[in-house]
């Protein structure tokens, strides 16, 4: 079965640092990726997907994610995190090609301390 | 920009009661979902729904769960006979093409059974 494991459960940065949220997942076939972002009050908007080609997919606010099929991962980067990224970060993964369900891991909440 | 919207945002009831958790999906999408969260937990998909009916539920969806689209701009989900376990945030989704497309999600209701 599939599944996705964020193995960070909490991750605290100072403003301007750069970020990296880890994200793996199993899935024999290639998979369909994504990163959401939920803000507090907020829904779960999507920040990036991957489908398929290029492995280094950009997405909005700045973050950027890689998938690496070596290591069944799709880490979430940005190079320099601003306060208002404070957020709670889902990775999922769409199951198969019968399906449009998501599957997500746990969540990474993001603390950014100014 | 269009958005999903979830009405109550705090929906607080008794065991063995009955509770529906309304949704008004983005306008010109055709494919909606609920997902659910346990606190603690992932999210996890119940259910999603096309062209008047369940295209796929997941096991957690049992016969105390039902759907429904009322009217052009609706979409609910109804829990007969609520218990404990059922507490949890219920998020909406909707998408316009399905399949892996992007699923625009909702701020969620969080549901408290006493």
């Known amino acids: 079965a599939q599944s996705v494991t964020q193995p960070d459960i909490h991750i605290t940065v100072s403003e301007g640092a750069s970020l990296e949220l880890r994200c793996n997942y199993s899935?024999?076939?290639?998979?369909?990726l994504f990163w959401y972002v939920q803000s507090p009050g907020q829904g779960l908007q999507l920040l990036l997907k991957?489908?398929?080609?290029?492995?280094l997919v950009q997405g909005i606010k700045g973050f950027e994610a890689e998938f690496k099929r070596s290591q069944s991962s799709f880490n979430l980067r940005k190079p320099s995190v601003h306060w208002s990224d404070a957020a709670e970060y889902f990775c999922?993964?769409?199951?198969?090609?019968?399906?449009?369900?998501?599957?997500f891991g746990t969540g990474t909440r993001l603390q950014v301390f100014p | 920009e269009p958005e999903v919207t979830q009405t109550p945002s705090h929906q607080v009831t008794q065991m063995g009661q009955e509770v529906i958790l309304r949704c008004v999906p983005i306008?010109?999408?055709?494919?909606f979902y609920w997902y659910r969260q346990i606190l603690g937990q992932k999210v996890e998909f119940l259910v999603s729904?096309?062209?008047?009916?369940?295209?796929?539920k997941s096991e957690i969806f049992d016969d105390q769960f039902s759907v429904e689209r009322p009217d052009g701009s609706n979409f609910t989900l109804k829990i007969r006979s609520t218990k404990l376990e059922d507490s949890a945030m219920y998020f909406c989704?909707?998408?316009?093409?399905?399949?892996?497309?992007?699923?625009?999600f909702g701020p969620g209701t969080r549901l408290t059974v006493l």
């Open positions: 989704a909707s998408s316009e093409f399905g399949f892996h497309n992007e699923q625009f």
């Open positions: 899935y024999g076939a290639t998979p369909y």
């Open positions: 991957y489908f398929s080609g290029d492995t």
């Open positions: 999922a993964v769409g199951a198969t090609e019968n399906t449009d369900k998501l599957i």
């Open positions: 306008s010109n999408h055709l494919y």
């Open positions: 729904f096309y062209n008047n009916e369940i295209s796929e």
